[in-house]
């Protein structure tokens, strides 16, 4: 089983960004055909998150001029380049992307072990939370981020169908990639069997359950299995959980958005001590 990264939040440090142009002569410009060796992260809190990371692995820094004084210390191996305008960004990046004058060239984070995680927990309460081919990657991002939020200790999803480690899935989890675990397993019902083996109680949301989810977390560690929009939880997922529940929502709507449920959830573990 493959995982994802344990984070730090401290900033890595020694000496102020030395600021070199890819232009010769001292100019400003980027030209528009500069090549990541890894992936671009874009984004302030996306951004700022990689650079507090030791375990990330960073190559290079693109900055507006506005956006480069903010900065403050940062590793002295990483080159530093002004850019003279947004567009320069804009042109290396998925249309639309919003970067805020900030783009930085990065590895994939390197993978974790589930068994290590787990040993690492200890028996100490705990919430995981465990997605079933949720590929959405703004759907992902949100999750991470309210795992950071609620104190969550790892998200697991599948090698495939999944959402990939990119850009856009950093931007919507607003800098908790570098901050909670994202685990990739080659076999979910494995990982569940995992979990269980380690005292987590598989709780699987499920709209159609007639258990209530504050009924259903009555545990101090607790695994929120949760599956894609539509689709749902795989019938052999289900099958590993030890209670299907739902939230308690109106009538009037059929279902809420996988991010916002995880999001709800999640509040309700950290309200009850779980987390």
């Known amino acids: 089983m493959t995982p994802r990264k344990p984070a730090a939040r401290r ?16 100019g400003h410009a980027v030209r528009p055909a500069i090549q990541a060796k890894g992936y671009w992260l874009y984004g302030r809190h996306a951004v700022f998150a990689a650079l507090a990371n030791p375990r990330r692995r960073k190559y ?11 900065l ?12 003279r305008s947004p567009r320069d960004i804009d042109t290396l990046l998925p249309q639309g992307s919003v970067h805020q004058g900030l783009a930085l060239d990065v590895a994939p984070l390197d993978d974790l072990n589930l068994d290590d995680l787990l040993q690492r927990l200890g028996r100490e309460p705990a919430v995981i939370v465990v997605l ?15 795992s950071a939020a609620f104190s969550a200790v790892a998200v697991i999803t599948t090698e495939r169908q999944a959402a990939a480690e990119t850009g856009a899935l950093a931007k919507a989890a607003c800098g908790a990639l570098d901050m909670v675990p994202y685990i990739s397993v080659v076999n979910l019902a494995r990982a569940l069997e995992e979990l269980a083996d380690a005292g987590f109680w598989r709780v699987g949301l ?12 009555n545990d101090p560690r607790i695994a929120l299995v949760m599956g894609a929009e539509g689709t749902g939880l795989r019938r052999l997922t289900r099958e590993y959980c ?9 009538s009037a709507m059929e279902s809420l958005n996988v991010s916002n449920a995880a999001a709800i959830a999640l509040y309700e573990c950290a309200r009850r001590g779980n987390s």
């Open 11 to 26: 900033r890595n440090s020694s000496s102020k960004p030395s600021h070199r142009s890819g232009a010769q002569g001292g």
């Open 60 to 70: 290079r820094l693109l900055a507006t001029g506005n956006a480069a004084r903010d």
């Open 72 to 83: 403050g210390t940062l590793p002295p191996s990483l080159a530093v380049e002004l850019v």
């Open 132 to 146: 079933d081919q949720v590929t959405d990657p703004h759907n992902v991002g949100a999750i991470l981020r309210s």
């Open 206 to 217: 499920d709209g159609e359950a007639d258990m209530l989810l504050t009924d259903g977390i």
């Open 242 to 250: 030890d209670v299907l529940a739902k939230l308690p929502i109106s």
